[in-house]
């Protein structure tokens, strides 16, 4: 882990370090990128709110920090009656949503949900719902974001509204945990609503999972981040070890039950994710100190030599191609999966490509095709 890294780590905890004099990587301009990607910035600010830190800390981190705040203090309160708005429509109409990742965890597990940035709401939802849900975002006054669709290649869709006051909303709608074929078979939704925690901040409609489904989810969103990564104005920056992932991870950690600690150690052996659970705990440990139960690590060892949810993780993206359409059942689904990812809607492939949109379709098809062999090869 880099020096500056330590420092938001120490930051996030709610310690307050000096500020290091001298040093490329303690940059204050490059530092505070560093908080923007690792999604650190209101943890940070809550430790540098101390007078002490006005005498040792740049200028620029501190006003930024601070700007930040309160930033996300407005976009909270806009989001927390959205959001409420939003499951009280499915709800509404039979549609049983679940918060996943910051959007759940921000209300559960951080003192004041501001401290838990997010750019969106992810909800989870059956199958079947989806057309019916929809419905129900249009007439909220939701539009889908042009993106590749079908039954296979994507399993979450974007939504956008812009409120009365001009602000706007992010909806990522999924209806499966993930769109690796892989890490989907993972968790579904009917054991992970089965269980669900309520989440009375956000109303009598809102439900997100248990601590321990939280914890297998956030171990496997981070380890499906190796190989995807994050985009910051438009450029791509490699995710597989987000802090605020980590910290997510760390507070789940510590509000563990020995009871939970024991669901978690079974499901991950069941479900044949041990390695992914493993690495992340030991990465938040490495992190934060998080505290682990003796016992813990030395059950999530791996039954088999390789597990298909590590052997995934850890592939590049080709033969994370490959493992996807292994995991298809019948020629006949794997057939429609390299038919998805191959030839997108018309309306995607001109969005895709706007400085050739008004060329001939096949033309841009071709130039797709080609694009991701060279992917491949690199």
């Not at 706007?168 to 054991?191: F, T």
Request: with cysteine.
């Amino acid at each position: 882990m880099e020096n500056a890294e330590r420092l938001i780590c120490k930051l996030m905890l709610g310690e307050l370090p000096a500020w290091p004099e001298t040093g490329e990587r303690t940059d204050p301009a490059k530092f505070i990128e560093l908080l923007r990607f690792h999604g650190a910035t209101t943890l940070a600010a809550q430790a540098l709110a101390s007078g002490a830190a006005r005498a040792s800390w740049p200028a620029a981190i501190l006003e930024y920090c601070r700007d930040q705040t309160l930033a996300q203090a407005v976009a909270e309160m806009a989001r927390r009656a959205e959001t409420a708005r939003v499951l009280r429509a499915f709800a509404e109409s039979g549609i049983h949503a679940l918060l996943l990742k910051g959007g759940s965890l921000a209300y559960s597990h951080y003192a004041n949900p501001v401290l838990r940035p997010r750019s969106d709401t992810d909800l989870l939802i059956p199958l079947h719902a989806r057309r019916q849900a929809e419905e129900v975002l249009r007439r909220l006054g939701y539009a889908p974001s042009p993106q590749i669709a079908g039954d296979f290649v994507s399993a979450q869709a974007a939504w956008a509204f812009t409120d009365p006051l001009g602000v706007s909303h992010d909806l990522d709608l999924h209806w499966r945990v993930n769109n690796s074929q892989v890490l989907a078979k993972l968790l579904d939704y009917g054991e992970l609503a089965a269980r669900a925690a309520e989440v009375p901040q956000l109303g009598a409609n809102a439900r997100a999972l248990t601590p321990v489904h939280a914890l297998l989810f956030a171990c496997m969103h981070l380890a499906g981040h190796r190989n995807a990564p994050i985009y910051l104005d438009g450029i791509a920056h490699p995710a597989g070890g987000r802090l605020i992932w980590l910290y997510d991870i760390h507070l789940l950690a510590g509000g563990m039950t020995r009871t939970e600690w024991e669901d978690v150690a079974a499901l991950a052996v069941h479900k044949r994710m041990t390695v992914i659970c493993r690495d992340a705990l030991v990465r938040s440990s490495e992190c934060f100190q998080t505290r682990i139960p003796d016992g813990v690590l030395e059950r999530l060892v791996p039954a088999e030599s390789v597990e298909p949810s590590a052997r995934y993780c850890n592939a590049g993206p080709a033969r994370q191609w490959v493992e996807d359409l292994r995991a298809l059942d019948g020629a006949r689904a794997r057939a429609r999966l390299l038919g998805e990812m191959v030839f997108p809607s018309a309306a995607y492939m001109r969005g895709k490509y706007p400085d050739a949109a008004l060329s001939w379709l096949p033309i841009l098809y071709a130039r797709r095709v080609l694009h991701a062999f060279w992917k491949l090869a690199a």
